[in-house]
């Protein structure tokens, strides 16, 4: 049990386009999900929170317009990089909690999204 | 605010050695604490986690302690292999207002040489 999924797992787009990505959690419905990005060789940094059915919570110094998060079912959210330029290349993570296992985030395998 | 400190690596051991990465956190109350595993090229996977002091979460081998008087959860395993050459994440979850919000370290980086 406990599985989240993202997808796509590797995309590569020219730069001014919009980018979606998927993060599904699986077996379970997730009341919370959040969205981390990674660094080459460095530790997640948070971007996000969102509730189902509700707006999205963005970290200080996230563009909430630049990164688009919606969350509307208990398993499904997705994270939109809208006009993606080359500094948005990145390896994006989310993660979901729900009524599963208390205190426990579930993390999917990520997307690697390369802008050319 | 929260923080967690990890060792820095990267930490390269041969096979069958002895693993230590040390990890401590700062928080107002105390927190839940996590090691999560990271193999190249993807997502983090949980491996262990303490919920309360004294706890110890063990799993494939490793093991940590939640020791609320060093404020640590140093990760440990006895005799590692090549296959544990990941990225190795300790993280903390306070609760409260911060529903849900993990603290991480700044992760370290093993390699496991034959």
């Known amino acids: 049990g406990a599985v989240v999924s993202q997808h796509p797992s590797r995309v590569i787009c020219k730069s001014g386009t919009s980018v979606k990505i998927e993060c599904r959690s699986l077996?379970?419905?997730?009341?919370?999900m959040f969205w981390y990005r990674q660094f080459p060789k460095k530790s997640l940094m948070l971007m996000a929170t969102s509730n189902e059915g509700s707006k999205a919570t963005y970290e200080q110094g996230v563009e909430k317009d630049k990164f688009l998060i919606n969350h509307a079912s208990l398993t499904l959210s997705t994270l939109t990089v809208t006009s993606a330029h080359p500094e948005d290349s990145s390896f994006y993570i989310c993660?979901?909690?729900?009524?599963?296992?208390?205190?426990?985030?579930?993390f999917g395998p990520g997307t690697r999204l390369t802008v050319l | 605010g929260d923080s967690v400190t990890q060792m820095e690596g990267p930490v390269t051991l041969s096979e069958e050695a002895f693993l230590t990465i040390n990890c401590t956190y700062t928080a107002t109350g105390y927190p839940s604490l996590f090691w999560y595993v990271q193999y190249p090229g993807e997502g983090l996977q949980l491996l262990l986690k303490?919920?309360?002091?004294?706890d110890k979460g063990s799993n494939k081998g490793f093991e940590a302690t939640y020791r609320k008087e060093t404020t640590s959860f140093h990760l440990e395993k006895g005799s590692v292999q090549v296959s544990d050459s990941a990225v190795y994440f300790c993280a903390g979850y306070a609760g409260g207002t911060s529903y849900g919000k993990l603290t991480f370290g700044q992760g370290t980086i093993l390699t496991v040489h034959p």
């Open positions: 993660s979901a909690t729900g009524t599963l296992v208390y205190n426990e985030q579930f």
């Open positions: 077996d379970f419905q997730a009341t919370t």
């Open positions: 303490a919920t309360k002091a004294d």
